[in-house]
């Protein structure tokens, strides 16, 4: 759908974005509802526990509940996230916002006709009314990748230190050395280059005088 181009826009928060088929641009600042979980038991099997299970009960519903309010991520928060994975967050103007809140008024009006449901409804109301307006969620996008640092064509100077190894005599004779002459052997490495990622050898070499006497006894 999202590739065919049947499907424009989903539903969903920062923290499952990433699930979607492709990164996109999220609205910051256009809640479409609240995510409630609720934790219902039947009213005749509550009542046939005893009063101290009926306590551990309500004990470990207050834990899950404080525990999901202090799970819950900040939207400014989550939308930073969002971003660094990829995504892009933004605001729309509150026209828009206004227009949508006036799409979805049938809604409401249907919901509405229930006298219960109406009363629910405005209790919402009034708690919003109360409640300290959110952090508003700061536009960003992903973060630009680093370019890497074009070569100079400069070869830099070979690393200075000590280098040692040690071969066997099984090793030097398969290197064509010959073991009833003994005398010093020239070693040489491959001087290294600087290319865009790192070092690789070029064909210049640096001599290694290495010392190797011999016996006829390959395995001594």
Same mark, same amino acid.
């Given at each position: 759908?999202?590739?065919?181009?049947?499907?424009?826009?989903?539903?969903?928060?920062?923290?499952?974005?990433?699930?979607?088929p492709r990164p996109a641009v999220a609205t910051g600042n256009l809640n479409l509802f609240p995510k409630v979980n609720s934790l219902v038991v039947n009213s005749e099997k509550f009542a046939g526990l005893?009063?101290?299970?009926?306590?551990?009960?309500?004990?470990?519903?207050?834990?899950?509940?404080?525990?999901?309010?202090?799970?819950?991520?900040?939207?400014?928060?989550?939308?930073?996230?969002?971003?660094?994975?990829?995504?892009?967050?933004?605001?729309?103007?509150?026209?828009?916002?206004?227009?949508?809140?006036?799409?979805?008024?049938?809604?409401? @009006?249907? &919901?509405?006709?229930?006298?219960?449901?109406?009363?629910?409804? #405005?209790?919402? =109301?009034?708690?919003?009314? !109360? +409640? /300290?307006?959110?952090?508003?969620?700061?536009?960003?996008?992903?973060?630009?990748?680093?370019?890497?640092?074009?070569?100079?064509?400069?070869?830099?100077?070979?690393?200075?230190?000590?280098?040692? @190894?040690? &071969?066997?005599?099984?090793?030097?004779?398969?290197?064509?050395? #010959?073991?009833? =002459?003994?005398?010093?052997? !020239? +070693? /040489?490495?491959?001087?290294?280059?600087?290319?865009?990622?790192?070092?690789?050898?070029?064909?210049?070499?640096?001599?290694?005088?290495?010392?190797?006497?011999?016996?006829?006894?390959?395995?001594?």
């Amino acid at each position: 759908g999202v590739h065919a181009g049947t499907v424009a826009g989903a539903e969903s928060s920062f923290a499952f974005a990433g699930a979607l088929p492709r990164p996109a641009v999220a609205t910051g600042n256009l809640n479409l509802f609240p995510k409630v979980n609720s934790l219902v038991v039947n009213s005749e099997k509550f009542a046939g526990l005893t009063e101290a299970q009926q306590g551990i009960l309500r004990q470990a519903a207050d834990a899950t509940r404080d525990w999901a309010i202090g799970a819950v991520i900040d939207s400014p928060t989550a939308a930073t996230g969002y971003c660094a994975d990829g995504g892009t967050a933004g605001v729309t103007t509150a026209e828009n916002v206004a227009a949508f809140e006036q799409a979805t008024q049938p809604v409401y @009006t249907q &919901l509405e006709s229930d006298t219960e449901t109406k009363a629910f409804i #405005q209790a919402i =109301r009034d708690l919003k009314a !109360t +409640a /300290s307006e959110p952090t508003a969620v700061t536009p960003c996008t992903p973060p630009v990748p680093a370019t890497p640092t074009p070569s100079t064509g400069e070869e830099p100077e070979f690393p200075e230190g000590v280098y040692r @190894t040690e &071969l066997s005599t099984a090793e030097l004779l398969a290197g064509g050395a #010959q073991p009833a =002459r003994p005398m010093p052997w !020239t +070693a /040489s490495t491959r001087r290294p280059s600087r290319t865009g990622n790192g070092f690789t050898t070029s064909n210049a070499m640096c001599p290694i005088n290495v010392t190797a006497p011999m016996t006829s006894n390959p395995e001594g």
